[in-house]
């Protein structure tokens, strides 16, 4: 499959900018790509597990999470209140 990106860069016509040629994954390499999911998942899998025990035992900080997120939010204001 060819897929051709093209953008508007004259007022009549577009100017081909990148051609990407594209191939689907043999079998062998869908099997590679699958067992190295599985691998990574039961990898992280005890840890993702005692994080969750660890979070559920933690006490609860909503300013530690909101107080950032309100900086982040003013600062985003502040950015297109300046355009």
Same mark, same amino acid.
């Given at each position: 499959?060819?897929?051709?990106?093209?953008?508007?860069?004259?007022?009549?016509?577009?100017?081909?900018?990148?051609?990407? +040629?594209? *191939?689907?994954?043999?079998?062998?390499?869908? #099997?590679? /790509? @699958?067992?190295? %999911? !599985?691998? &990574? $998942? =039961?990898?992280?899998?005890?840890?993702?597990?005692?994080?969750?025990?660890?979070?559920? +035992?933690? *006490?609860?900080?909503?300013?530690?999470?909101? #107080?950032? /997120? @309100?900086?982040? %939010? !003013?600062? &985003? $204001? =502040?950015?297109?209140?300046?355009?």
């Amino acid at each position: 499959m060819i897929t051709e990106i093209r953008l508007p860069l004259t007022v009549n016509g577009y100017q081909k900018i990148k051609e990407v +040629n594209m *191939e689907n994954l043999s079998t062998t390499e869908s #099997l590679i /790509l @699958g067992a190295l %999911v !599985l691998l &990574v $998942l =039961f990898w992280m899998g005890p840890g993702v597990k005692a994080s969750l025990e660890r979070s559920k +035992n933690a *006490e609860t900080d909503w300013k530690a999470v909101l #107080l950032p /997120l @309100g900086f982040v %939010v !003013l600062f &985003v $204001l =502040f950015l297109i209140a300046m355009v």
